[in-house]
């Protein structure tokens, strides 16, 4: 599976942007894919997540009321919408996907998920 994010760039505190990861080699059909960042000096963290079955319902409680995650079967091709972005969210933001059957309860692992995107650059400017 390959992996290409896109959408990132600079944008104001307080504004929007949505991230795309286009996937290609395997469709999303029954596996689960997320997002990640990682801020500078920090851990890679896990922002939001689809499950195999199609569910995208899974976030960091930190960002469900500003970012929502979906996936487009059709276009092979998931998206992280994200509103009143803040200059915490500053971080190079990465797609995945795990090719498992894993319970919801890991899908905030990094170590579940086999193919990882290159990663996009999120900058939010005060």
């Known amino acids: 599976v390959q992996l290409v994010e896109s959408g990132g760039g600079l944008v104001q505190a307080g504004g929007s942007l949505r991230l795309s990861c286009a996937a290609s080699g395997r469709t999303f059909t029954s596996i689960t894919t997320g997002w990640f960042r990682q801020a500078p000096g920090k851990e890679r963290e896990f922002v939001a997540a689809c499950s195999w079955s199609g569910r995208c319902t899974y976030y960091a409680d930190s960002l469900k009321d500003r970012f929502t995650i979906s996936r487009d079967s059709a276009k092979n091709t998931m998206y992280l919408q994200m509103n009143s972005l803040k200059r915490e969210d500053t971080a190079v933001y990465y797609c995945?996907?795990?090719?498992?059957?894993?319970?919801?309860?890991?899908?905030?692992?990094?170590?579940?998920?086999?193919?990882w995107g290159k990663g996009t650059q999120v900058t939010v400017s005060s």
């Open positions: 995945a996907a795990a090719t498992g059957r894993y319970s919801v309860n890991v899908y905030d692992k990094r170590e579940i998920y086999e193919y």
